[in-house]
Nanobody, 119 residues
Framework: QVQLVESGGGLVQAGGSLRLSCVAS????????MGWYRQAPEKQRELVAF???????DYAVSVKGRFTISRDNAKNTVYLQMNSLKPEDTAVYYC?????????????WGQGTQVTVSS
């Protein structure tokens, strides 16, 4: 059974930084592409960034140049370094495995971690 545990969220002022972590279990982590998603109040969940099993990355236009996704296969962990945060980055952030071509997520969602950016 896949389990995803996100952490690292919090309250930060605009322009600040946070580093999110997601530990995955129940999957062969190193073979999976992993993505970070976010859902703001009354909005649909959106894909923010993903990293392939080979380390290739891609980002939503809204975060490109500010966020960096990385992974540590030895720790079954994917990270999201978020810099120059803006109030519009406020959301609950989730991770999940995904199919890079179809963008289909691999399993159930974890509880997520709340990021709140004050202006």
């Amino acid at each position: 059974q896949v389990q995803l545990v996100e952490s690292g969220g919090g309250l930060v002022q605009a322009g600040g930084s946070l580093r999110l972590s997601c530990v995955a279990s129940g999957i062969i982590f190193r073979f999976n592409a992993m993505g970070w998603y976010r859902q703001a109040p009354e909005k649909q969940r959106e894909l923010v960034a993903f990293i392939t099993s080979g380390g290739g990355t891609d980002y939503a236009v809204s975060v490109k140049g500010r966020f960096t996704i990385s992974r540590d296969n030895a720790k079954n962990t994917v990270y999201l370094q978020m810099n120059s945060l803006k109030p519009e980055d406020t959301a609950v952030y989730y991770c999940n495995s995904l199919n890079v071509q179809s963008k289909t997520v691999g399993g159930s969602w974890g509880q997520g971690t709340q990021v709140t950016v004050s202006s």
